[in-house]
Nanobody, 127 residues
């Protein structure tokens, strides 16, 4: 499966953005979970959130709980990351990645759980 993240941009603190992760190729997201990661300049890649293949289970790191929401529209082969209450520390390039295995359960962000990675989209939060 090939993934493409989009929807990034520049916003002021407290603003909102919705990132999209669109899939293409032989495999679809109907049977795959998807995770979101981010990498700020000079920092290691950080896991942010995950949604399982059903779309019914999600997982977030503590720093984004209550502000970020991940959802899945299998009919559009797309996963979304709705980000609200954005803070300057959320500034990073955001990536989506599909689980390696069909019917995979929720992932807490283990790199080994993920196979295909999309190109990133830049999110900048500043006043």
């Amino acid at each position: 499966v090939q993934l493409q993240a989009s929807g990034g941009g520049s916003v002021q603190p407290g603003g909102s953005l919705r990132l999209s992760c669109a899939a293409s190729g032989e495999r679809t997201l109907r049977l795959l979970g998807v995770g979101w990661f981010r990498q700020a300049p000079g920092n290691e890649r950080e896991f942010v959130a995950d949604i399982d293949w059903t779309g019914g289970h999600t997982y977030y790191i503590d720093s984004v709980k209550g502000r970020f929401s991940v959802s899945k529209d299998s009919s559009k082969n797309t996963v979304y990351l709705q980000m609200t209450g954005l803070k300057p520390e959320d500034t990073a390039v955001y990536y989506c990645a599909a689980h390696k295995e069909d019917f995979g359960s929720i992932s807490p962000g283990r790199t080994a759980d993920f196979g295909s990675w999309g190109q990133g989209t830049q999110v900048t939060v500043s006043s």
